[in-house]
């Protein structure tokens, strides 16, 4: 089973990641890690978009083969799904725009941030955090 999902406090930067992350990886189901920011639980809660988040506690972490984090790579950020990091034969795909550091979650496959770089040099801009 394949689970796209973020960091915990998850803002709108954290949500949208996940949502284009899903048309990449269409058969992987959406979990937060833990809370979100209130304008997203707002939002999500008034919303007509049709977002399919599953529950933490409803996730067999057992069934999980492939994390697909997007806009975290710290593992301090990402709730329970620490706890599976070392699983043998898990894999791990990584999409986030903040600047490596030595201590960050290692993926298989990683957005690469200097890409982002690249844009905002070029003078197309880039948003922030």
């Known amino acids: 089973m394949d689970v796209i999902t973020t960091h915990i406090n998850a803002d709108f930067d954290a949500l949208a990641s996940m ?12 979990a937060f890690p833990g809370s979100q920011e209130k304008g997203v639980r707002d939002f999500l809660a008034a919303s007509y978009a049709e977002l399919d988040f599953k529950k933490i506690k409803d996730i067999d ?20 799904f620490a706890e599976i ?4 034969g898990l894999e791990i795909h990584i999409y986030d725009h903040h600047p490596a550091a030595p201590e960050n979650i290692k993926g ?6 200097e890409y982002r770089l690249q844009f905002h040099q070029q003078g197309n801009g880039c948003g922030g955090d």
């Open 61 to 80: 972490f057992d069934g999980i083969t492939r994390l697909i984090f997007v806009d975290v790579r710290n593992s301090q950020r990402i709730g329970r």
């Open 19 to 30: 949502v284009a992350a899903k048309k990449i990886y269409p058969d992987a189901i959406m």
């Open 108 to 113: 298989q496959k990683e957005g690469k941030p």
């Open 85 to 88: 990091l070392n699983k043998k």
